[in-house]
């Protein structure tokens, strides 16, 4: 079975300032890709980055970035330059290869304040 | 490109009734998976659908059914409604069932059941 943990129910930044949400996981498959969304209060699941399991490079999307430590089984999302339009609930998911479902496996979520 | 609809985007439902949610694809999208996000918690796979068969299903139980239709749009169904059945009901899309970067879910709005 899948696990994503995300331990910080919460966090609070100031505009302008880099912030890292954390985001450890648990599977036995060798292939697997982990996703981060962010949901703002409209509902809408927003996708952010994808990192597979193999890719040698940490992936990059303009502000955002995955420090992927594949031996700790962390996927952590720093995002730079904290704007106020990135206040919303940020998810960690992981999808694995094996089986015959393709579906995501998705954390608790972190709610991110960005201050002004 | 229109992006993934869903509809309703609210619903009053009492204990016992049956409901339908709808769900149009984002335009070249074969995949249709629905995920239930009950308030404050991570979103939970309920099944995928793919060329119009059921090819994948999470933890729930039957009473929860869907169709894809050859457009790929998707309606989830559910029946016997329960008090728990109170979330959000997440629509995504995506280009195929396999595991890559490239077949990202593209989530729609969701549709919140409230069962009284």
């Known amino acids: 079975a899948q696990k994503i943990t995300q331990t910080q129910p919460g966090m609070f930044v100031q505009e302008k300032e880099a912030v890292t949400l954390d985001c450890t996981y648990d599977?036995?498959?060798?292939?697997?890709?982990l996703f981060w969304y962010k949901q703002p209060s409209s509902g809408e699941m927003i996708f952010l980055i994808y990192?597979?399991?193999?890719?040698?490079q940490n992936a990059t999307e303009g502000r955002y970035s995955l420090n992927f430590q594949k031996a700790r089984k962390s996927a952590n999302l720093v995002i730079s330059a904290s704007q106020l339009g990135d206040s919303a609930m940020y998810f960690c998911?992981?999808?694995?290869?094996?089986?015959?479902?393709?579906?995501?496996?998705f954390g608790s979520g972190t709610q991110l304040t960005v201050l002004p | 490109e229109t992006g993934v609809t869903q509809s309703p985007t609210h619903l009053i439902k009492t204990r016992g009734q049956q409901v339908t949610l709808r769900c149009s694809s984002q335009?070249?999208?074969?995949?249709v998976s629905w995920y239930q996000q009950a308030l404050g918690q991570g979103p939970q796979f309920i099944f995928q659908?793919?060329?119009?068969?059921?090819?994948g299903r999470g933890n729930f139980p039957p009473r929860f059914s869907g169709l894809q239709f050859p457009n790929y749009s998707s309606e989830l169904n559910v029946n016997a409604l329960e008090l728990d059945d109170s979330a959000l009901y997440l629509c995504?899309?995506?280009?195929?069932?396999?595991?890559?970067?490239?077949?990202?879910?593209?989530f729609g709005a969701g549709s919140r059941l409230t069962v009284l």
């Open positions: 998911a992981m999808r694995v290869s094996s089986g015959s479902a393709r579906q995501l496996t």
């Open positions: 659908y793919y060329r119009e068969e059921e090819n």
């Open positions: 995504a899309s995506s280009p195929g069932t396999t595991l890559s970067g490239a077949n990202v879910l593209t």
């Open positions: 990192q597979g399991s193999y890719d040698q």
């Open positions: 335009s070249g999208h074969n995949t």
């Open positions: 599977t036995s498959d060798p292939s697997y890709g």
